[in-house]
């Protein structure tokens, strides 16, 4: 009884069953066919192009991905050198492909954070309870007394897809061992605080500032703030202070006797070291070990 009605199945089952292995292989020579003819040529120096580039894909060079940049900066190369994660190295490779010469680009360029205040430095207007995000907050006119400083909510940390943002007591710090330069983080801060900057050594001095309020109400809203009194642009000249704010020239720097003397006349210890090992100044007889890859996490 059962082999009577296995053969009963399959007398009525088969002709279904060549039906579709017919169809099944009909489709698979049509779409060999089409894959054929419609195929699109590949122009080998793309990709070779996109073998030097990184495939991180971090859109620092203004295009969706590596694939893309490969295939403009083949068609105008004058993109040459927009990948920052890759840096002079991929560069040059690509100029390879391309029979060009590349020309030096200069140090590469990496964030630094112009501010230095954190939680216990700030003075804070009420207790936030909304949206954690940098962007909400500084849509709000009551979150901290300065509207210049870093918000540390960490729009830059989750902007940053190599790890290497962390905000330890409020304040964003790069870390520099795992940054790439891709700029990610410069274009999430709704203040503007993280500027890309050419590091021409392996640490650079700068005036972790933005505020240009007057010095009186720079005093009463932060500890660590800017108050544009000078000294340092009186102790070198590539210091000079513009609206209450001192500034430091990247582009001349150079570590001398000169800037070491603004950095520690500097009443408010706003000039400091960014870079791989970086150390704060003391404050209050606390020191602090930031923008390295021992960041604390706060």
Known sequence: MILADVLDLWSSAWPAGVMMLSLGGGFALVLLFASEKLRVEVDPKVEQIHRALPNLDCGACGFAGCAQYAKAVLADPELLGGCAPGGAATSAVIAGVLSLQVSDSGPARKPIVHCSAHTGDKTLYARYEGIQSCTAANALANVQACKFGCLGFGDCVR??????????????????DKCTGCTACSKACPRNLIEMVPFKHDRMMTVAC??????KVTRSMCKVGCIGCGLCAKQSELFSVAENLARLDYRRYEPSEQTEAAMSKCPTKVIVWRGPGAVEPARSGDERVVESGGAEDG
């Open 159 to 176: 902007a940053c897809r190599f790890g290497a943002l962390s905000k330890p007591d409020g304040l964003a710090t790069v870390d520099y």
């Open 210 to 215: 933005r505020s240009i309020e007057t010095p």
